[in-house]
Every structure is written in C-alpha cells, then in structure tokens.
C-alpha cells in the first residue's frame, strides 16, 4: 500500500526516538508526545499499533512485562525490514567492522537484515562469535560452529532451516533495531554481469 504522508513522519519521529535513546522507559514516555505532534488520526494508528503488538508479539517475548519500548522497535523494523523507505546497505567487509571491539558498537546479520545488538549481553558472551558477522545459515542449523559464520549459500537452505531461520528473525525484529541489510545478501539473484540494483 502507498505510504501516507503521516505514516512517513511516524516513521522518522519513530526513528529518532530510538536513535537518541535505547532505554525503552524512556522511548514509552514519547509514544504521548509522538501522537500530540502528528494528530488524532496518527494517535489512533499509534494506539491500534500497541493493541496489535501486544496480541501478537513474538512468545519469548511474552515470558517478560509488556514494553512500549520494545514495540517502537518492532515498528521501526517492520518499515525498515520491508526496505518501504531508504535504508542503508553494507557489505560482509563493512560489517565486520561493527564487531563491539575498542568502544565499535555491535552488529550481526540475519535474513539480510542487519541488527545492532549493542545493548546484549548474549552477543558479548555466547554470541560473541557472531559479532559483525551474518549468522543466517548458524541460525539455520542451529549451530555455533565458525564454519558456519559469514557462508552466502542462503538459497541453499532446506524448508526446515528456513523455518528455523525465520522464527529467530521473527524475535530479533521484535528486539533490536534494523541498522540496514547485507548488500550480497540483496543482489544474490542478479546475474554477475548485471549492473542494476534493487
């Protein structure tokens, strides 16, 4: 559907919430300004929005309280996921410098989306391998193993790692924020001697 021209300031207000902040207390105390600043009918959209996510966030997300914080990221993902407005692309080379090494915040890719996973212990620790790295196909097969990390044969991928895949994804685009997406991963189907992007 065509984007309106609130749902495109939604959009940018969303983003620079997280942008200043990733403290969800205080992203949820902006949800009241963000609606002032648009209007009524954003204030509705904004509403229905929290309704929708608190019915149908991800389960691991159910185990804990409901966070308004949380659900501005999902927001935010669901735009930038769906590539509806410019998003920033990285190469496999240019990510591996997000590796949460000398002060460097912390990225990984998964599905060819690109996630800042800065704020999470688990990618300081256990995750830790897959730093500025893609974990498509780790996550797939359910794997820690390095030869595992940073592998392109996405396409390759059975229905039930695919499955696999998604359901992780599923969470993290309820979790953290989509900083961009892996160039290879978007220009996998294009023929080597096309120069068209997409």
């Known amino acids: 559907p065509a984007l309106t021209h609130h749902t495109i300031q939604i959009y940018y207000l969303v983003h620079g919430f997280l942008t200043i902040s990733e403290n969800s207390t205080f992203m949820s105390s902006k949800i009241a300004k963000t609606a002032t600043i648009l209007g009524s009918g954003s204030a509705g959209f904004l509403t229905a929005f929290i309704a929708y996510d608190y019915t149908t966030c991800h389960p ?9 914080g949380i659900a501005l990221i999902r927001l935010h993902n669901i735009f930038a996921n769906r590539i509806v407005l410019p998003q920033r692309t990285m190469s496999l080379s240019e990510l591996s410098q997000y590796d949460g090494k000398e002060g460097r915040p912390t990225y990984f890719a998964a599905d060819g989306a690109i996630y800042d996973v800065s704020s999470s212990e688990m990618f300081s620790s256990t995750y830790g391998l897959w730093a500025g790295k893609d974990a498509s196909i780790a996550l797939a097969k ?3 193993d390095k030869k595992d990390i940073n592998r392109v044969d996405w396409d ?3 229905e039930t790692e695919l499955e696999s895949l998604h359901s992780w994804t599923d969470y993290f685009c ?3 924020l989509i ?3 892996v ?4 220009e996998r189907d294009l023929p080597a001697s096309s120069g068209t992007k997409r």
């Open 174 to 176: 309820q979790k953290y």
């Open 142 to 144: 359910m794997s820690l």
């Open 183 to 186: 160039k290879e991963f978007l």
């Open 156 to 158: 390759k991928l059975s």
């Open 60 to 68: 691991m997300r159910k185990t804990q309280p409901y966070d308004f």
């Open 179 to 181: 900083k961009g997406h």
